[in-house]
């Protein structure tokens, strides 16, 4: 069975220099863009973009901000994981938990993410926003995949787990978990750049003080594209940076657990 149910492959680079000549492809095509629209308003230049970030680098504002939507996103992603981690067993070992479980997931998948910042902005505050979104991206993701993760697991195994009489937390450790651990790894993959996604588009929407999400939207109010595409940038790269250190300490902490 695949190792995600709501993930697609990612394209593996073979050299860093097909990293390096894509990159300034679309750099140049960017650049062709601009250069040919002319209107810094529409679309500003690469250089331009970059230049305007590495000013936003220099100051406090932009750390401070960074740092508002970071811990509020990285709580909800946190919430959601453990949810959607701790409701899968209870799911598989009881089918009415399953019964009751799998509508509010259904439901969480299907509705658009405007539709619940909206409703959920009657009922809480705007700086909590991106906790409840990034929550809900994570949830339903982590429940699905590892519900199917633990029916991956090999029942030859249970049933000798079960002649020997294995005690359940062993059968936890030596089969249940080393077959839902990829699926969490996709999942967690799956759901962090949703979770950015979602987080700052609800801060756009809620406007919290202080946050990413406002500076996006005072960035299109006041038509300043530069700083605009400059926080894009940003979010791109802070999603990017996001993941890759969140897989990192999974994979680390799975390898050690192979090693004990």
């Known amino acids: 069975m695949k190792p995600s149910i709501t993930s697609a492959p990612r394209p593996k680079w073979k050299t860093p220099a097909e990293k390096v000549f894509a990159a300034a492809f679309w750099l140049a095509v960017w650049q062709i863009v601009s250069t040919l629209l002319g209107q810094e308003i529409l679309l500003v230049s690469p250089a331009r973009a970059f230049f305007t970030l590495w000013e936003l680098l220099g100051t406090a504002a932009f750390y401070k901000a960074v740092a508002f ?44 993410v405007a539709s619940f910042i909206i409703l959920a902005l009657i009922w809480i505050r705007a700086d909590k926003l991106s906790v409840f979104t990034s929550f809900l991206m994570a949830m339903p993701i982590t429940y699905v995949n590892i519900y199917e993760g633990l029916g991956s697991a090999d029942k030859k195994l249970l049933e000798m787990a079960a002649v020997f009489g294995m005690r359940p937390w062993a059968r936890v450790r030596a089969i249940w978990l080393p077959a839902a651990w990829p699926f969490l790894l996709s999942a967690v993959a799956s759901a962090l750049g949703l979770c950015w996604k979602a987080g700052i588009a609800a801060e756009v929407i809620g406007i919290p003080d202080g946050s990413i999400g406002e500076a996006l939207y005072r960035s299109k109010i006041f038509l300043d594209t530069p700083h605009l595409f400059a926080w894009t940038i940003a979010v791109a790269l802070l999603s990017v940076a996001f993941e890759k250190a969140i897989l990192f300490l999974l994979r680390r902490s799975g390898e050690r657990g192979e090693a004990r």
């Not at 959607?84 to 598989?92: H, I, K, N, S, W």
């Not at 509508?103 to 969480?108: G, L, N, R, W």
């Open 69 to 112: 939507s970071f811990l509020r996103i990285l709580a909800g992603f946190a919430l959601g994981v453990l949810a959607g981690a701790l409701l899968a067993p209870l799911a598989r070992l009881f089918s009415l938990v399953r019964a009751l479980v799998t509508p509010v997931m259904q439901a969480a998948k299907a509705t658009p």
